[in-house]
């Protein structure tokens, strides 16, 4: 189980540094943040001084070299924007993220499971056909359009529910559901794959044989020897969540990181965006090294 945990962490450092590296000069071609932050009429000496003050004056590599040495000791720099530290920046709108990403997951789960378990037990019938045809025409939704549309049907249209906001649970619905609905009809197809071959297996039959309840064969006896390819695709999901986020939170106004980040690419706000990569990116590789040792708790062969 260590030799597991110290090899997904040591591929996951060298990832983040290959992104921190990416980012970092990428994030210098969207332009300089004193055609943004300075009046149009600033003179040379104020956009000098405005560079040197951030230490944008320096030549790349040793821009890149100074911020390396900071972020070892977790300094990630000022958001030339809101004169704050940039993590701190980050973590309050990730907070947010987290929240809608982990509430939006618990019930995709919940929900998926029941359906893709259901829906294999009685393979071939309505409840069958009708949840196959909905996941899949989830699984195909894309997120930005279902987002259009329900703030039209929704908010304009209806007036039931606010477009932007988080001050009631009235305006997380809106957010939440358009998340929901894609890694739903992923998930339901999954399980109701992995289902089908659990429920044909000879303990189930005995299972039967003996009388057990329908639910205690579906729920226990063969939902727990389907359960592996379910975390691999729910552990792909809830990463797709925190990126998936980006667009739904900027429809939406949400004040999520996904937003933030948005916001400071069009500000050229770079110590912004390298912490919000960077936390979202550490987030993802925890969630995977979560994965792989549920992985490992449910298949033994994997913790050697």
Not at 52 to 57: A, E, P, T, V, W
Not at 85 to 96: G, N, R, S, T
């Amino acid at each position: 189980m260590l030799r597991l945990v110290r090899q997904r962490t040591l591929a996951s450092l060298i990832s983040l540094v290959g992104l921190i590296v990416l980012v970092f000069f990428l994030s210098r071609l969207t332009g300089d943040p004193t055609s943004l932050f300075l009046p149009i009429d600033a003179t040379q000496e104020m956009r000098d001084q405005f560079r040197q003050i951030h230490g944008l004056d320096d030549p790349l590599l040793v821009q890149f070299g100074r911020y390396l040495g900071d972020l070892v000791h977790l300094d990630f720099g000022e958001s030339i924007r809101k004169a704050r530290p940039a993590i701190d920046v980050v973590l309050e709108a990730f907070v947010w993220t987290l929240q809608l990403a982990l509430i939006t997951m618990a019930l995709v789960m919940a929900a998926a499971v029941v359906v893709g378990s259901l829906a294999a037990f009685r393979i071939g019938g309505f409840f069958d056909r009708l949840a196959s045809t909905i996941s899949l025409v989830a699984a195909a939704a894309p997120d930005f359009w279902i987002a259009i549309v329900a703030i039209v049907l929704f908010s304009i249209n209806l007036g039931w529910l606010p477009t932007s906001g988080t001050g009631t649970p009235w305006h997380w619905l809106l957010p939440i559901a358009v998340l929901f609905i894609r890694p739903f009809g992923l998930l339901v197809q999954v399980v109701r794959g992995s289902m089908l071959s659990a429920l044909t297996s000879a303990y189930v039959k005995t299972a039967r044989a003996k009388g057990v309840r329908t639910a205690s064969i579906i729920f226990v006896h063969a939902l727990r020897n389907a359960v592996l390819p379910v975390i691999t695709v729910m552990g792909d999901q809830a990463a797709a969540l925190l990126n998936g986020a980006v667009v739904v939170e900027t429809i939406f106004g949400f004040p999520g990181v996904g937003k933030l980040m948005i916001d400071a690419i069009l500000q050229r706000d770079f110590n912004v965006i390298l912490a919000a990569i960077t936390v979202t990116a550490v987030a993802i590789f925890v969630m995977n090294l979560l994965i792989d040792l549920a992985y490992a708790v449910f298949d033994p062969r994997i913790r050697q």
